[in-house]
């Protein structure tokens, strides 16, 4: 397991025996998604990746992918989660950001790693969150040159709506969305 994994297995755990409702934003070949469905028998995972090259290049090297990669990418994601095929609710969005409904325990966000893109992806799930629950992205303060922009928009994220963002390992971030008791 790598360490970002590691981490949100962590983050996860705290959930307990109870049936879960995730998402996770920007699959690529599936393996975030395979360890949470793998780890978490009770886990029902929105996977959420247009599998399609970006409508334009930035320092990600994945916006420079074209269709057929894509499509590869998609079809070993496919691969990866099979086991959990009733589990797994895939979402290839067109377009803009898209979302899982309502009443998601967390959403882990590492797709497109600009800041706009990044900030839309948190202010699209955000609400999706409920109460007690989290949102996390990864390549937070990464030092790579694709992912400088991330933590700017986290952090600007979670000025918005008021909340602390906790860093981990594995570089990534979450924010907790509080209960309605807080």
């Not at 247009?50 to 990418?73: C, F, K, L, N």
Request: with cysteine.
């Amino acid at each position: 397991m790598e360490p970002r994994q590691e981490q949100l297995v962590s983050l996860i755990r705290r959930f307990g025996d109870a049936q879960i409702v995730g998402a996770e934003v920007g699959v690529l070949h599936g393996e975030t998604s395979a360890v949470l469905l793998r780890e978490f028998p009770e886990l029902t995972l929105y996977m959420i990746d247009p599998w399609q090259p970006y409508p334009q290049q930035t320092a990600d090297t994945i916006s420079r992918w074209g269709a057929a990669q894509h499509e590869a990418a998609f079809q070993k994601s496919i691969k990866a989660t099979k086991f959990a095929a009733s589990r797994r609710i895939i979402l290839r969005p067109v377009g803009c950001s898209a979302s899982a409904p309502g009443g998601l325990d967390f959403a882990f966000i590492d797709a497109q790693h600009d800041y706009d893109s990044v900030s839309s992806d948190f202010r699209f799930s955000w609400p999706q969150i409920s109460g007690g629950g989290f949102i996390a992205g990864h390549d937070y303060d990464n030092p790579g040159p694709s992912t400088l922009e991330v933590k700017a928009a986290i952090d600007d994220f979670g000025a918005e709506v008021n909340r602390p963002v906790h860093s981990g390992d594995g570089y990534v971030a979450w924010i907790d969305k509080p209960s309605r008791k807080d």
